[in-house]
């Protein structure tokens, strides 16, 4: 539950680490146990590279979609700096901004360079869910992304260093989510193992990972949720998956998108 | 033979245009890896890194090189340094006290 390790004197936050360790992971099945044989290695890499690119920026504007109208509110008390600049770009995303930043990524990697969309995507869904368990994993060291106050045994303090609430205990639900999507990883690497219509995979990911983000958006806490309509922008998005994901889990009826 | 020529000048030129874009990425990763290291100026390193990469990508799917390959190898660290060192996912709070300070 450490925010920040030091190494020969450096600060390294955990949450940055532990995202790195993820992506690491994660790129190392995706490379060494692919899904769909016949891709070559390095194309699996570059459109690793793509999807991650595409992850921190889809992230990043999601997160600045749902947090400037709320820093509207304040906009009589805002000083302009350059911190204020680099804080708002270095602090805070949202993880569907970037799993749709990451898909259309891999989607531009592969018009440009002519490879089926859904056989380098179908190679990178069943480790989306592995990276989000180690993110999650982070995001409890940092203390982001907490639950509601809940008593001991089921509440935690967190670290006075980290960005959560003091003197308080709180249901760490980053743990929760870890555990779920660790279970979604395996159910889904699994299922990618027979031979899938193009699609599938991508489907019953949307499907799968949209449930648990609905139903654990209740337990959290933390301020920015981007509430319309008594739903969080995250739960939105669950809902939109669900269908999207439905349509996908049939199958194309084309193997070669 | 001219058909064949001009199937060599276009290998030529496609070569070229890698080399180009393998040396701007070998650059931008060496320039990215050296931005890490100064406070904000990681932020410059992240958009260094990101171009320097997809260009490195682009000139080793033109023409395979080793100057390619040092680009994509250097921007992939300066962005993993970056995302270690200084990105951290901190609630809008902090943020908000940060630019309202000073009131």
């Not at chain 1, 044989?37 to 991650?52: E, L, N, S, T, W």
């Not at chain 1, 299922?191 to 995979?201: A, H, L, M, P, V």
Request: with cysteine.
């Amino acid at each position: 539950m450490l925010p920040f390790i030091y190494i020969f004197g450096i600060k390294i936050s955990m949450y940055g680490l532990l995202i790195v360790l993820g992506v690491a992971m994660g790129s190392a099945v995706a490379v060494f146990f692919p899904s769909k044989k016949g891709v070559p290695k390095q194309d699996v890499i570059f459109a690793i590279c793509y999807a991650g690119i595409g992850a921190i920026l889809g992230a990043k504007i999601l997160y600045l979609i749902v947090t400037i109208p709320q820093l509207l509110n304040y906009k009589e008390q805002i000083v302009f700096s350059w911190e204020l600049v680099y804080e708002l770009i270095a602090y805070g995303f949202v993880f569907y901004g970037g799993l749709i930043g990451g898909v259309l990524f891999v989607s531009i990697y592969a018009l440009n360079y002519n490879l089926h969309f859904f056989d380098l995507i179908e190679i990178l869904v069943p480790v989306v869910p592995l990276i989000h368990s180690i993110g999650r994993l982070g995001c409890f060291s940092a203390g982001c992304c907490y639950g509601k106050p809940m008593a001991p045994p089921f509440g935690v303090q967190f670290h006075p260093e980290s960005v959560a609430p003091k003197n308080i205990t709180l249901f760490p639900i980053q743990l929760l989510e870890s555990v779920l999507n660790l279970i979604l990883f395996i159910v889904i690497f699994v299922y990618s193992r027979k031979d899938r219509r193009s699609g599938q995979i991508l489907g019953f990911y949307f499907i799968g990972y949209g449930i648990i983000r609905f139903i654990l958006e209740y337990f959290r806490y933390d301020v920015v949720r981007g509430i319309f309509a008594g739903l969080s922008v995250s739960q939105w998005i669950s809902i939109l998956l669900f269908p999207i994901g439905l349509y996908f889990l049939r199958g194309m009826k084309l193997n070669k998108v | 033979m001219s058909e064949n020529n001009t199937q060599e000048n276009g290998i030529q030129a496609k070569s070229t245009q890698g080399n180009g874009k393998a040396t701007a990425s070998l650059v931008l990763g060496i320039i990215a890896v050296v931005c890490v290291f100064f406070g904000y100026g990681a932020l410059l390193g992240i958009i260094l890194g990101i171009i320097g990469l997809v260009l490195g990508i682009n000139a080793k799917k033109a023409a395979p090189s080793g100057m390619a390959t040092a680009g994509i190898v250097l921007s992939i660290i300066a962005i993993v340094v970056c995302v270690i060192g200084f990105i951290a996912c901190v609630a809008c709070v902090g943020i908000l006290g940060s630019m309202t300070k000073g009131f």
